[in-house]
T-cell receptor, first 112, second 115 residues
Framework: GDSVTQMEGPVTLSEEAFLTINCTYTATGYPSLFWYVQYPGEGLQLLLKATKADDKGSNKGFEATYRKETTSFHLEKGSVQVSDSAVYFC???????????FGTGTQLKVEL | DSGVTQTPKHLITATGQRVTLRCSPRSGDLSVYWYQQSLDQGLQFLIH???????AKGNILERFSAQQFPDLHSELNLSSLELGDSALYFC??????????????FGPGTRLTVT
């Protein structure tokens, strides 16, 4: 079945450091890929998405490129801020259905 | 604020009881999804409704049921509650983007604690 694998957290970075959170997937066909962010005590917010190979999703300084050859969708940001501290979820939507399959989430802590 | 509302925010109840969680989708969204977030299982899809009809079922227990009403709000009913049902329950609604891919917007969740 469909699955998403994310790097284990927590990831702790200093402010202005470069961020990479790895995400790989297994799915039939050509899934759409998403990154969601969950701030403490809140619901999930859609951060960015990509719907076909080589698409780059971007939002708020975050980027991720859909790499079909490596079945990956790694999240990157050039300079993180303390306000980016949250849990980040990689997700996919595959086949004809609309359900999202999520990874386990990666907690990011950014310190001054 | 995603525009998806969920009530109540917190719920504490005893084993064996039954509870109802409520969700109102974003204005204009016809699809409602329910997800469960727990420490051991992560985020799991439970069920999807579109305009009042069930469209897909995921890892939803037989003790759980859902429905979507004509005004498009949805309710998730959990019965014969067990300690292991303690979790965050999220509702999401979706709209089709310009690229024709559904984007799901999540509510703030209902935290259920079963004691």
């Amino acid at each position: 079945g469909d699955s998403v694998t994310q790097m284990e957290g927590p990831v702790t970075l200093s402010e202005e450091a470069f961020l990479t959170i790895n995400c790989t997937y297994t799915a039939t066909g050509y899934p759409s890929l998403f990154w969601y962010v969950q701030y403490p005590g809140e619901g999930l917010q859609l951060l960015l998405k990509a719907t076909k190979a080589d698409d780059k999703g971007s939002n708020k300084g975050f980027e991720a490129t859909y790499r079909k050859e490596t079945t990956s969708f790694h999240l990157e940001k050039g300079s993180v801020q303390v306000s980016d501290s949250a849990v980040y979820f990689c997700a996919l939507k595959a086949g004809g259905g609309n359900k999202l399959t999520f990874g386990t989430g990666t907690q990011l802590k950014v310190e001054l | 604020d995603s525009g998806v509302t969920q009530t109540p925010k917190h719920l504490i109840t005893a084993t064996g009881q039954r509870v109802t969680l409520r969700c109102s989708p974003r204005s204009g969204d016809l699809s409602v999804y329910w997800y469960q977030q727990s420490l051991d299982q992560g985020l799991q899809f439970l069920i999807h409704y579109y305009n009042g009809e069930e469209r897909a079922k995921g890892n939803i227990l037989e003790r759980f049921s859902a429905q979507q009403f004509p005004d498009l709000h949805s309710e998730l009913n959990l019965s014969s509650l067990e300690l292991g049902d303690s979790a965050l329950y999220f509702c999401a609604s979706s709209t089709r983007g310009r690229d024709r891919v559904d984007e799901q917007y999540f509510g703030p969740g209902t935290r259920l604690t079963v004691t």
